[in-house]
């Protein structure tokens, strides 16, 4: 049994017709309860608990504080190639796009380490473009040795892999995934994902699982706000992250939010999502998982991110850039996406404190 299991049960269920009966009633008796089933998460994502997100909030900042405290993790991303094999309507790497590509040489990434380890910063996030060729898993590996020179946490973002390559990149440190189903439902996912290996559906939906299989210590996943209508997709990414959670209780769960911004190429079939639905799926997210840990990038600006901080976000990115080499080469390659929010780690680090909260830089290391 894999989550498929589960995103087929729901796969012809009516949500447009569940969220109209909700009703302003049912929505705040929900907030009450101690634990939330599948339909009482549906129904926090209800046009009717969109009149109740005073309600909601407090719930939300009350769970927040019970389960993480006054914190926030900074990390930061640290692009290594923007190479890519694929065909998907809504990203710049798309291997159609005439952009500036660039993969990272060894001396390079210890260069970026360097810069970015004098911020402060011990955790990091490695990204590729999906590209087998241009970015295997033992460049990979190698990269991570280097990383770990510098700092004490090193997840990923890169193309799905069997278990036994993530046990490859986990033996030389790596300790975290973040990967994207981008769009749950699946004839939605056929239509934005035209060629290569990313259009097959399956294989990525089940690579948090063999990270986990392989004894990851945590992942991150969620869906690219936009692509379809939110509801939707928020939902599927709250089932499988309790998926998950279930049934490896030894893994750390984080759910991310990204909505989809300005990018290279002609795809503009998006799904509005506003900072309130925005606000609205962050809440139900929060009071459906209260374990899980909340990331929101810097896709957002930033009195959006400060505002969200005491509602249930615990992660947050910092001193971003997007684009291959941008920490330290003039010669860089193109970015992905237009980031929002460009406040530097310490700009970060004041505007959390200003909230009443702490920045943390160091939440665990390896032994």
Not at 65 to 89: D, E
Not at 249 to 267: C, K, Y
Request: charged share 25%.
């Amino acid at each position: 049994m894999s989550f498929y299991d589960t995103y087929l049960e729901y796969e012809n269920f009516d949500t447009e017709g569940f969220l109209k009966e909700v009703k302003e009633p049912d929505v705040l008796g929900i907030i009450k309860k101690n634990k939330l089933n599948h339909h009482d998460f549906l129904a926090l994502l209800s046009p009717a608990a969109a009149n109740c997100l005073e309600e909601m909030a407090q719930r939300a900042q009350e769970l927040s504080l019970q389960h993480f405290g006054k914190t926030v993790l900074l990390y930061t991303p640290l692009y290594l190639s923007n190479y890519c094999v694929n065909r998907c309507a809504y990203c710049s790497y798309n291997i159609d796009h005439d952009i500036k590509r660039k993969k990272l040489t060894y001396d390079e990434i210890e260069k970026e380490a360097q810069i970015i380890a004098e911020t402060g910063l011990k955790h990091i996030l490695l990204l590729t473009g999906e590209s087998r060729i241009e970015t295997p898993v033992s460049y990979l590996v190698e990269a991570v040795k280097i990383m770990k020179k510098y700092f004490d946490s090193i997840a990923i973002e890169i193309d799905p892999l069997e278990k036994e390559d993530y046990q490859r990149l986990i033996e030389a440190g790596v300790d975290g995934l973040t990967i994207y189903q981008e769009v749950y439902d699946e004839e939605v996912y056929k239509q934005v994902h035209l060629a290569g290996p990313k259009r097959n559906y399956h294989f990525r939906l089940d690579a948090p699982e063999r990270a986990c299989e392989a004894n990851i210590h945590n992942v991150n996943i969620g869906a690219l706000l936009g692509l379809n209508k939110w509801q939707h997709e928020a939902f599927m990414t709250g089932m499988h992250a309790n998926y998950l959670q279930n049934k490896y209780n030894d893994v750390e769960l984080s759910i991310s939010l990204p909505r989809i911004r300005p990018h290279v190429g002609g795809f503009r079939d998006v799904y509005p999502v506003t900072d309130q639905d925005l606000v609205q799926v962050l809440l139900a997210f929060r009071i459906y998982l209260p374990y899980v840990a909340i990331t929101m990038s810097t896709r957002e600006r930033g009195s959006l991110r400060d505002h969200l901080i005491p509602l249930g976000v615990t992660k947050m990115s910092a001193g971003v850039t997007t684009e291959v080499g941008g920490h330290s080469d003039s010669d860089k390659g193109d970015s992905q996406f237009e980031i929002s929010d460009t406040r530097s780690v310490e700009e970060m680090r004041k505007a959390i404190l200003n909230k009443g909260y702490q920045p943390i830089f160091k939440n665990w290391m390896a032994i």
